[in-house]
C-alpha cells in the first residue's frame, strides 16, 4: 500500500536540533523528500535523498535513511524562528521525481523561545 | 521569472455548485500536477498531466476531472460540490516527465470553500 506516517506536532527550542521522522511503505521509490509548508505559502522542497544513500547533508539540514526499517528522519541543527513550518514526508510513486507523490500529514514544528 | 500561478485564490461555492480552477506551469514546464490539501492533512494526488494527455489519476471520483492546454496550463474541474471538498487545491508544474532529474514545483495554491 501507499502510506507515509510522520508525527503530527514537534516543539524545540530555539538553537536546539530539531529531528522530524517518518516512516515510509513503498520500497521501490527511488527518491525521497522532505517538504516545508509555511502558514499562507505554497510547498516549498526543502531536500531530496536518493533511495540508495543513507546520509545527505545540506547546510543546516541532515537527512538519514534506514531503507531496511523504511524510516527517514530530517535534523534541522540550530532552529531557528523561521524554521516554524509543517514539514511532510514525501515519496514519489514512479520512476520519475515528479510522479504520483504521496504526502504524509505533516510535522508541525514550534519554536519555543 | 514566474513560479506556478494558480487562480483564484480564494473562493465560496455552494453544495451542488460547479468550479474550475487554473494553473499556469512555469515557462518551459509541460507537465501539470494537481492535488488536494484538506485542513490537517497533506496534499493527496488528484491527476497529473503531460503533454495535453493524462498520465496519472489518484483515488478521486468522476465529479473531478481536468485538462491541459495547448500552452500547457491547466484547469481542474469539480461537480457537484459536496462540503468535503473543502479544502487548499495545489497545482505543480514540472519540465519533462521523462527526465529523472525534474522537480515539481508548486503553486500557492486555491483555497476552496463549500457552504
Known amino acids: 500500500g501507499e502510506d507515509v506516517e510522520q508525527s503530527l506536532f514537534l516543539s524545540v527550542r530555539e538553537g536546539d536540533s530539531s529531528v522530524i521522522n517518518c516512516t515510509y511503505t513503498?520500497?521501490?521509490?527511488?527518491?525521497l523528500y522532505w517538504y516545508k509548508q509555511e502558514p499562507g505559502a505554497g510547498l516549498q522542497l526543502l531536500t531530496y535523498?536518493?533511495?540508495?544513500?543513507d546520509m545527505k547533508q545540506d547546510q543546516r539540514l541532515t537527512v538519514l535513511l534506514n531503507k531496511k526499517d523504511k524510516h527517514l528522519s530530517l535534523r534541522i541543527a540550530d532552529t531557528q524562528t523561521g524554521d516554524s513550518a509543517i514539514y511532510f514526508c514525501?515519496?514519489?510513486?514512479?520512476?520519475?521525481?515528479?510522479?504520483?507523490?504521496?504526502f504524509g500529514k505533516g510535522t508541525r514544528l514550534h519554536i519555543l523561545p | 521569472d514566474a513560479g506556478v500561478t494558480q487562480s483564484p485564490t480564494h473562493l465560496i461555492k455552494t453544495r451542488g455548485q460547479q468550479v474550475t480552477l487554473r494553473c499556469s506551469p512555469i515557462?518551459?514546464?509541460?507537465?501539470v500536477s494537481w492535488y488536494q490539501q484538506v485542513l490537517g492533512q497533506g496534499p493527496q494526488f488528484i491527476f497529473q498531466?503531460?503533454?495535453?494527455?493524462?498520465?496519472g489519476r489518484g483515488n478521486f471520483p468522476d465529479r473531478f476531472s481536468a485538462r491541459q492546454f495547448p500552452n500547457y496550463s491547466s484547469e481542474l474541474n469539480v461537480n457537484a460540490l459536496l462540503l468535503g471538498d473543502s479544502a487548499l487545491y495545489l497545482c505543480?508544474?514540472?519540465?519533462?516527465?521523462?527526465?529523472?532529474?525534474?522537480?515539481?514545483?508548486f503553486g500557492q495554491g486555491t483555497r476552496l470553500t463549500v457552504v
Open positions: 498531466y503531460y503533454e495535453k494527455e493524462e498520465r
Open positions: 535523498i536518493f533511495s540508495n544513500m
Open positions: 515557462s518551459g514546464h509541460k507537465s
Open positions: 505543480a508544474s514540472s519540465t519533462n516527465r521523462d527526465r529523472m532529474n525534474t522537480e515539481a514545483f
Open positions: 513503498d520500497s521501490s521509490s527511488t527518491y
Open positions: 514525501a515519496e514519489p510513486l514512479g520512476v520519475n521525481r515528479d510522479d504520483k507523490i504521496i
